[in-house]
Each structure stands twice: as structure tokens, then as C-alpha cells.
């Protein structure tokens, strides 16, 4: 902030990327919801914003502060916002899908998920193609709460995207027995996924 005022004083507008950089701070700083009333003001534009308005990283950066915040009904009201405007839903990136995926798991909401990872699948409304984050961070969550993943493993192998040393490691943290560890880890080896010191960590 103290930038941001010789900013001001310097008689210069702010950007769409200063915006950008104050919500970011505010959620590392642990106050999200600052982050998603700085949004807001932009949003209204003068006298409140005096610089240019949200760009589509803006609101994937206030997606991502309602995700910390725990809003996940805030995630998709950006997310509709985003991926509606005319001006900004040639933008959409890989990032905020996966905190829209993110925020419908959260909500239990399996179904409306499933429509996105779709909607990535088929590149409908121009969504760019899942990665294997897009599907780690659905397994996260699930495998949090002890539910069911073989429907997330089977969405990934139909979308072409291969695991990685993160989805192994998800796998190896919920398994109860040796015998379930190394199914994971003989899974993980076939897909060239077992890989690296961390996946070799949780193993051990």
C-alpha cells in the first residue's frame, strides 16, 4: 500500500494489474475478504476505483480469495461473471476452472463439477483443456473428507491427462493398509507418476 500510494501521488492510474497485486497481498496476508471488497469497489469504478477495471485475471484472483475465505458460492458468482462478459470469456484460464471445479466439490456438488470437467473435456465455450492439477485438486478434496476418487481417476484417464507425483501422493496419504500403498504406488509406477523424493517420502 505504501507503493501503491507514491503510485498516486506520482498522479498515475492504476491498472488492472495493481488491482491485482492488492487483492493478491490482502489474501496472503490472511484478510480474503479484503481482497474480494477491493474487487468490488473496481467493479463500480469511479470515484471508488480510480483505475481501470477488473480484467479476467482479477476475477480469477477473487475467485481464488473466496476459495480461501471458504465463499465457495462467491467462486461461482465470479466465475459466471467471468465466463459470461463478452469481454473477458476469451480469457478464461486453466486456473480459474479449476477453482470453479474446486468450489463445486466443496458444495457437494458432484454434478455441477462433472458439467465443467466436461465442458474442458469438449473445449465448449472456448474452456481451455484439464490438467492434471484440475483433477488433483478435485482429489484433494475428496480424499479429505474419506470419500470415493475412482470417479475423478476415470474423468482424468478419459480426458487424455496423465497423473503426476501429486496425485500419487494424495493417493498414498489416504490409504490404510501397506497392501492399498503399494497397489497406489505400482499404479502410480505404470503411468511414470511415482516420481521424485516427495512421492518416495510418503511412501516410506
Given amino acids: 500500500y ?10 498515475l492510474l492504476p ?4 488491482l491485482n497485486a492488492l487483492m493478491t497481498a ?3 496476508c490472511g484478510m480474503p475478504v479484503n481482497a474480494l471488497s477491493l474487487l468490488s469497489r473496481a467493479e463500480r ?9 477488473p480484467d479476467a485475471w482479477s476475477y480469477t484472483t477473487g475467485m481464488a480469495a473466496a476459495s480461501s475465505a471458504k465463499r465457495y458460492l462467491k467462486v461461482s458468482q465470479l466465475f459466471q461473471r467471468l465466463t459470461t462478459d463478452v469481454q473477458l470469456r476469451d480469457r478464461v484460464t486453466p486456473t480459474a476452472y479449476n477453482l470453479a471445479i474446486e468450489a463445486r466439490v466443496q458444495l457437494k456438488d458432484r454434478d455441477g463439477a462433472t458439467r465443467l470437467i466436461k ?4 473445449g465448449a ?3 481451455p483443456p484439464p490438467q492434471a492439477r484440475t483433477f ?13 476418487y475412482s470417479w475423478i481417476l476415470q ?3 478419459a480426458s487424455g491427462v496423465q497423473p503426476d507425483a501429486y496425485t500419487v501422493c494424495t493417493m498414498l496419504k489416504q490409504q490404510r493398509s501397506l497392501t492399498d500403498a503399494r497397489g497406489v504406488w505400482r499404479w502410480g509406477r505404470k503411468r511414470d507418476a511415482a516420481l521424485g523424493i516427495v512421492a518416495w517420502h510418503h511412501l516410506i
Avoid: D, H
Fill in 45 to 53: 469504478g469511479s470515484p471508488r476505483w480510480p483505475g481501470a477495471p
Fill in 15 to 18: 491498472s488492472a494489474y495493481t
Fill in 136 to 148: 488433483n485438486t478435485i482429489l484433494a478434496v475428496c480424499a479429505k473428507r474419506g470419500e470415493r
Fill in 2 to 11: 505504501t507503493s501503491y500510494r507514491l503510485l498516486r501521488r506520482a498522479r
Fill in 155 to 157: 474423468e482424468m484417464a
Fill in 26 to 28: 490482502e489474501t496472503r
Fill in 119 to 122: 465442458r474442458m473435456q469438449t
Fill in 125 to 127: 465455450g472456448g474452456a
